[in-house]
T-cell receptor, first 117, second 111 residues
Framework: GAVVSQHPSRVICKSGTSVKIECRSLDFQATTMFWYRQFPKKSLMLMATSNEGSKATYEQGVEKDKFLINHASLTLSTLTVTSAHPEDSSFYIC?????????????FGPGTRLTVL | DAKTTQPTSMDCAEGRAANLPCNHSTISGNEYVYWYRQIHSQGPQYIIHGLKNNETNEMASLIITEDRKSSTLILPHATLRDTAVYYCIVRGGGSQGNLIFGKGTKLSVKP
C-alpha cells in the first residue's frame, strides 16, 4: 500500500518550453500533496504544498507563476514548470500524505529528472 | 520543527546490524521522529516513525530514548541494497509541520 507514482520519469526539453509533471497516489486518497526539488548532491527542498481543491502554498523563494501546481482530485497533483530554463534542471519529487489523523505520513514518488537544454 | 543531527557517513558489513543514530535534543512533546531513506536517483522511501515507544516493522526498528532527545534506527541484517542516505526528521503530528530534510547519513553496506 501507499504507492505514489510520477510521470514522466525523465524529460528533456528546450529552453522556453513548459513541462508538466504528474503525481498520483495509486492506492489511497491524498488530501495533501507536496512538491520537492533536489539539485545534485543536495538534500530535498520543499517547493510547495497543495491541498485538493484549493490553491497551493509556496515556500519562500519559489515563484508561484513559474511553478504552477494543480491538485484537482484526491489522487492527482500536477506541477507545470513554465518557460523552463537550464537552471530549472533538477530532480523533482512529489509526496502524498496518507491522511491518517495522528501522523499523516508522507509517501514519495520515484521522482522526475528534468533537463532543460 | 526540531532540528536533527546525524553522522555524515557510516559503513556496515553485509549481514550485520546497522545502527544509525540521530540526535534531536530540542524535540517537543507532540513531535514524531520519522526515518526515510533515499537510494541514488530515487524518491525517498518511508521506513518507520515513532513518538515515544520503540517501534518495529518489516524494514527496521526504531529505538527512542526515554527523554526522546535521541533515537537509533536499526536495520537488523543489512544488505547491499540498504546502501542509501538515511534521513532522520522530526515533525509535528497530523498535518502539522513539513518534512525538512537535512543532509542525512550516507550508509555504505560492504560485502
Amino acid at each position: 500500500g501507499a504507492v505514489v507514482s510520477q510521470h514522466p520519469s525523465r524529460v528533456i526539453c528546450k529552453s522556453g518550453t513548459s513541462v508538466k509533471i504528474e503525481c498520483r497516489s495509486l492506492d489511497f486518497q491524498a488530501t495533501t500533496m507536496f512538491w520537492y526539488r533536489q539539485f545534485p548532491k543536495k538534500s530535498l527542498m520543499l517547493m510547495a504544498t497543495s491541498n485538493e481543491g484549493s490553491k497551493a502554498t509556496y515556500e519562500q523563494g519559489v515563484e508561484k507563476d513559474k511553478f504552477l501546481i494543480n491538485h484537482a482530485s484526491l489522487t492527482l497533483s500536477t506541477l507545470t514548470v513554465t518557460s523552463a530554463h537550464p537552471e530549472d534542471s533538477s530532480f523533482y519529487i512529489c509526496s502524498a500524505g496518507d491522511g491518517k489523523m495522528a501522523t499523516d505520513t508522507q509517501y514519495f514518488g520515484p521522482g522526475t529528472r528534468l533537463t532543460v537544454l | 520543527d526540531a532540528k536533527t543531527t546525524q553522522p555524515t557517513s557510516m559503513d556496515c558489513a553485509e549481514g550485520r546490524a546497522a545502527n544509525l543514530p540521530c540526535n534531536h535534543s530540542t524535540i517537543s512533546g507532540n513531535e514524531y521522529v520519522y526515518w526515510y531513506r533515499q537510494i541514488h536517483s530515487q524518491g525517498p522511501q518511508y521506513i518507520i516513525h515513532g513518538l515515544k515507544n520503540n517501534e518495529t516493522n518489516e524494514m527496521a526498528s526504531l529505538i527512542i530514548t526515554e527523554d526522546r532527545k535521541s533515537s537509533t534506527l536499526i536495520l537488523p541484517h543489512a544488505t547491499l541494497r540498504d546502501t542509501a542516505v538515511y534521513y532522520c526528521i522530526v515533525r509535528g503530528g497530523g498535518s502539522q509541520g513539513n518534512l525538512i530534510f537535512g543532509k542525512g547519513t550516507k550508509l555504505s553496506v560492504k560485502p
